[in-house]
């Protein structure tokens, strides 16, 4: 019997236990994967714009794929769909390894290494158009509908916990134990992952094939979207200031030549800002928005840009430490509200065509941002382009108060 109100109705249910530990597992491994690429080709080339170049590797298929992905989500059984993208992930990660090899090194400049990197990191980007979105779908097949902001706010506190501790250790693991032994570590994250997750039940489609061409399924998700302003507001407004505020692409650079902290502050830098976001989330899930949670997503992501200019400007540490911290807690309240306005906004027929344009503005503005933050950090020095990020992510704000009054005066 689910209690109203229960902080752990959806965690009662095995087959989400089952889907959340899969989810923690696999996002350890694909955040330690980040981690790791941007630590390794910023030392292969000693170049801050190489590190903007991951994040345009991985936007290109993000953004080019995502509309088809959610129109074969929408029309794929669910469980099968998400383990063929854990097989071709834990393939990519395998050719990371190879690459990482004394042999791999004996035979390739750092140039072609640093190529064949941005060419794994493109395929990654392709299956993680069609994995993300599907965890994402899986919830609303799980659990029923009354617990769904409860299922989603778990949901985000997993992926942020995964996040962390991916950030945190793969700085420890990369001093300990070099590229090579962290990407072994990868592989057996991904392999564990699907252990559970090949428990879930199936969940076959609820659209049929052949009801719409391609093109017109595509353009129905779309459409949704745009008409429902609350929601397109929300995504815009994580897509523009996280495209700004991308700060993060440059902790490679503040922690190796600005502040001199080397693997393990890079790691600690790294996990400081998911940090942040996990506590934020242990506190939504025990003490849910009850109201204006509009003006509460516009207010905190003004604060994300001003802890962004903060993190910019410092040359200490533990002020740098805290700066993402507190980033990370007021960014945590941003992603509870988004996407509970997601889930709750989109009919169960549509869910994969919505959740992957939701998901094409995420990666559109992570990635588009790291390679924003890496262009900027060449034109302007890496110290300005930050700053400029942070300021830019205020004004987004100031912007979408005037702009999306629909948004701002959300509640639900």
């Not at 902790?251 to 506590?279: E, H, T, W």
């Not at 993190?311 to 988004?338: E, M, N, Q, T, Y």
């Not at 205020?394 to 979408?400: A, Q």
Request: glycine residues 10%; positive net charge.
């Amino acid at each position: 019997m689910i209690i109203k109100n229960d902080p752990f109705a959806s965690i009662k249910i095995a087959e989400y236990r089952n889907l959340m530990a899969g989810r923690f597992l696999f996002i350890m491994g694909l955040r330690m994967m980040g981690t790791l690429v941007g630590w390794w080709v910023y030392n292969l080339t000693n170049d801050p714009f190489a590190i903007g170049l991951i994040g345009l590797s991985e936007v290109i298929p993000a953004v080019t794929m995502a509309l088809y992905a959610g129109h074969i989500i929408d029309l794929s059984e669910k469980r099968k769909l998400l383990l063929t993208g854990l097989v071709l992930y834990l393939t990519a990660v395998i050719v990371l390894l190879f690459l990482s090899t004394h042999y791999t090194s004996d035979h390739l400049s750092n140039h072609w290494i640093a190529i064949c990197i941005y060419v794994v990191v493109f395929f990654t980007g392709v299956v993680r158009s069609f994995t993300g979105p599907t965890f994402s779908v899986l919830i609303a097949y799980i659990v029923p509908k009354n617990t769904l902001q409860n299922a989603t706010t778990w949901s985000q506190g997993t992926w942020l916990s995964a996040s962390v501790t991916g950030h945190a250790i793969c700085g420890f693991l990369i001093a300990w134990f070099g590229i090579t032994g962290t990407l072994t570590t990868v592989v057996f994250l991904i392999i564990a992952a699907s252990v559970f997750l090949i428990r879930l039940k199936q969940k076959p489609a609820l659209n049929k094939r052949g009801d719409k061409k391609t093109w017109d399924s595509v353009k129905e998700g779309l459409k949704f979207v745009m008409k429902t302003k609350e929601l397109l507001g929300a995504i815009s407004l994580d897509l523009f200031a996280v495209l700004f505020g991308g700060a993060v692409a440059m902790v490679p650079v503040y922690a190796r030549d600005i502040l001199k902290v080397g693997p393990q502050g890079f790691g600690f830098l790294n996990a400081a800002s998911d940090m942040g976001s996990i506590c934020i989330i242990i506190l939504l899930t025990l003490f849910p928005l009850r109201k204006k949670q509009g003006r509460t997503l516009l207010f905190a992501v003004a604060s994300f840009g001003i802890c962004i200019i903060i993190f910019g400007l410092s040359k200490i540490f533990w002020l740098s430490f805290a700066a993402l911290f507190v980033g990370g807690l007021v960014d945590g309240i941003s992603v509870v509200i988004r996407g509970t306005i997601t889930q709750l906004k989109t009919p169960d027929n549509m869910r994969g065509r919505v959740m992957s344009v939701n998901s094409m503005f995420i990666n559109s503005s992570n990635e588009l941002g790291q390679f924003e933050s890496g262009l900027a950090a060449r034109l302007m020095g890496v110290i300005p382009s930050v700053v400029f990020g942070g300021c830019m992510t205020i004004g987004v704000v100031v912007g979408t108060w005037f702009k999306a009054p629909s948004l701002r005066k959300m509640q639900y």
